[in-house]
Nanobody
Framework: QVTLVESGGGLVQAGGSLRLSCATS????????MAWYRQAPGKQRELVAR???????FYTDSVKGRFTISRDTTKNTVYLQMSSLKPEDTAVYYC????????WGQGTQVTVSS
């Protein structure tokens, strides 16, 4: 059984930084794609950043220049460095991995106060 576990969320003031981590256990394979999604109250889950096994990255426009996604392919671990946080970044952040199907973590809350 494959399990993704996020950590690093919390409460931070606007302008601050947080680093999210997502560790994987089980599976015996490497995800072809890993990503971070977020879901704010009353809104749909949205893609924040994605990184391929080639290290190619994608960011949604609202986080470009502020967030950085990285991964350790040997450990199937993905990170999200978040800087210059804004109140609108407040959401539950979910780790995602893809290998012939979608795998999700349970989410970690990020709250940015103004």
């Amino acid at each position: 059984q494959v399990t993704l576990v996020e950590s690093g969320g919390g409460l931070v003031q606007a302008g601050g930084s947080l680093r999210l981590s997502c560790a994987t256990s089980g599976g015996g394979f490497r995800f072809t794609t890993m990503a971070w999604y977020r879901q704010a109250p009353g809104k749909q889950r949205e893609l924040v950043a994605r990184i391929l096994s080639s290290a190619s990255t994608f960011y949604t426009d609202s986080v470009k220049g502020r967030f950085t996604i990285s991964r350790d392919t040997t450990k199937n671990t993905v990170y999200l460095q978040m800087s210059s946080l804004k109140p609108e970044d407040t959401a539950v952040y979910y780790c995602h991995g893809y290998y012939f199907r979608d795998y999700w973590g349970q989410g970690t809350q990020v709250t940015v106060s103004s």
